[in-house]
């Protein structure tokens, strides 16, 4: 089984439809709900891990897109900056689920994005201003 | 028989290439394995190296005059306003002044950034006018080229060993220790351990007026003793023994300077300070300094305190050492507490290593301190005096 974890982006025209609803019936995903902001009249943002298998995930995004609801992957959403990060591990502790950590032997930044939730702790402690989350 | 060597010696064997330095980390394994008094005959320098948040720091800027000329009483840099109190065309920029436009985004230590790597700054400055300097404003444009000096002279910096700081309270507090998650989520700490400088000659042995270091990226000079200097030892439990006073006021060049070494930084709720990147070489002249600069993170302890405690004695939590501190995880009134730092001993490391390949080259010499720094001081408070 394959695990994505994606971002929606709703506009309020299609804000009311149950997409994840129809992700499971429809295409048999696991769906895991990391965050989830909305205002009816203004639209939102969900962001979810996916399960299931690669053909079912992708399917599923393109009954998703066809609804007009934006897909993006998390990890083109948050972007850490290398060129700027001093690996000083500021981010390292704040972080709730471990996607961040300082390399045991060079004591470098190591960013996990598979671990990642988006909570947005780093964003806020990053004194460089390193890492940046674009939705 | 006991080694002894002076700075003279280890001088002429740096500019013969024949110099033996290690640095403050690779020391530990060549002590360990040769013992103390071996590992002090054959190595002659030990490189330390530290990479952090600085906020006692701040540039003296001469921007040569004007025609007609101006003699500043008010000066913004980018908008973050300078001090002018100074001579005509003489102004301290603080590191953590914040900008009048753009707040905590952006402050003096984006300025130095940002003049170190040769941008632009919009120069604006205020007079009442006199006779010998009868402008009264100006707007103009500056680059560390069109300037006459940008000198880096920090107050306080290089702190000896600090506080890991946590929040029993429950609520996240913003502080100069970085974000603290309510309940003890989180432990913040700001030292390079076993590399810090201050921590390898904690007896001010060889570090005092005149000793040349690492700033920044290239060559700089201890003023005098850091503000607040405390070099008295804290006790408390026995056998984690803190040294945790010290400090050192640093000079140099900041046109010299590279942004690979000396940035900008901001923590959310607090302010902009400028991150730091310091290096001092100790001359093993004796086995007393080879056993200082052996010491290890195991070695060194720091104490743990509460920062949600808004007075300044804070209640300490406990001790803990660099090793434990290191490794991510510390213990606090039984409960596990994922620590990290906010000074970066990867670069650390770097500048440590690149002082020590500087000193092989024979592009760094050691420079004997004109004067040793006090032996004892006072930590005085502010009392309020109606």
Request: glycine share 8%.
């Amino acid at each position: 089984m394959l695990s994505k974890k994606v971002i929606f982006t709703f506009s309020p025209q299609n804000v009311e439809r149950p997409v994840t609803y129809q992700l499971i019936r429809k295409y048999d995903l696991w769906i895991n709900i990391l965050q989830a902001k909305f205002k009816p009249s203004l639209g939102g943002k969900l962001v979810l891990e996916l399960k299931g298998e690669n053909n079912q995930i992708e399917e599923g995004l393109n009954f998703v897109r066809q609804m007009g609801v934006g897909v993006e992957f998390l990890e083109q959403e948050v972007l850490w900056d290398e060129e700027k990060c001093i690996d000083c591990g500021a981010c390292v502790s704040i972080c709730p689920t471990g996607v961040l950590s300082l390399d045991k032997e060079t004591f470098k930044l190591k960013f996990d994005y598979e671990k990642c939730i988006v909570c947005g702790n780093c964003v806020e402690a990053c004194p460089l201003q390193a890492i940046k989350v674009t939705f | 028989m006991a080694i002894k060597r002076t700075y003279e010696e280890i001088n002429k064997r740096i500019k013969k290439g024949k110099a033996v330095i290690a640095t403050a980390e690779e020391i530990i394994p060549i002590v360990e394995e040769k013992g103390i008094e071996r590992a002090a005959k054959e190595i002659d320098v030990v490189t330390t190296g530290t990479f952090g948040p600085m906020c006692s720091s701040g540039a003296i800027i001469n921007f040569g005059h004007s025609d007609p000329p101006i003699r500043m009483q008010k000066a913004w840099l980018n908008d973050v306003e300078a001090y002018a109190g100074l001579a005509a065309v003489d102004v301290y920029l603080g590191a953590t002044q914040l900008s009048e436009s753009q707040g905590m985004e952006y402050g003096g230590a984006h300025v130095i950034e940002d003049l170190i790597s040769g941008k632009k700054i919009k120069l604006k400055a205020i007079s009442r006018g006199t006779d010998c300097y009868p402008r009264r404003e100006i707007e103009s444009y500056i680059t560390k080229e069109s300037i006459n000096q940008a000198i880096l002279f920090n107050p306080r910096n290089a702190y000896q060993n600090y506080n890991v700081a946590v929040n029993t309270s429950d609520k996240k507090i913003y502080t100069y220790m970085g974000i603290l998650l309510p309940n003890m989520g989180n432990a913040n700490y700001c030292t390079s351990g076993q590399l810090s400088p201050l921590l390898n000659d904690p007896q001010f042995r060889t570090i005092g007026i005149g000793t040349r270091i690492f700033l920044g990226g290239t060559q700089g000079y201890i003023a005098w003793e850091g503000t607040q200097f405390y070099p008295q030892v804290l006790k408390g439990e026995p056998n984690k023994t803190v040294n945790k006073g010290g400090t050192l006021a640093v000079i140099g060049d900041l046109k010299e300077m590279s942004t690979d070494y000396i940035r900008a930084a901001t923590f959310k709720g607090y302010g902009v300070t400028l991150v730091e990147g310091i290096g001092i070489p100790i001359p093993i002249l004796n086995s007393e300094i080879m056993k200082s600069v052996s010491a290890k993170d195991e070695d060194i302890w720091t104490d743990v305190i509460d920062y949600s405690f808004p007075h300044l004695k804070k209640p300490s939590l406990g001790r803990v050492n660099y090793r434990q501190l290191r490794e991510g995880k510390i213990t606090i009134q039984r409960k596990d507490v994922p620590a990290s730092p906010l000074s970066s001993y990867a670069k650390a490391r770097e500048i440590a290593q690149k002082l020590k390949d500087k000193i092989l080259r024979g592009e760094f010499l050691l420079q004997e301190p004109i004067q040793k720094f006090p032996k004892q001081n006072k930590f005085k408070p502010l009392l309020e005096i109606r």
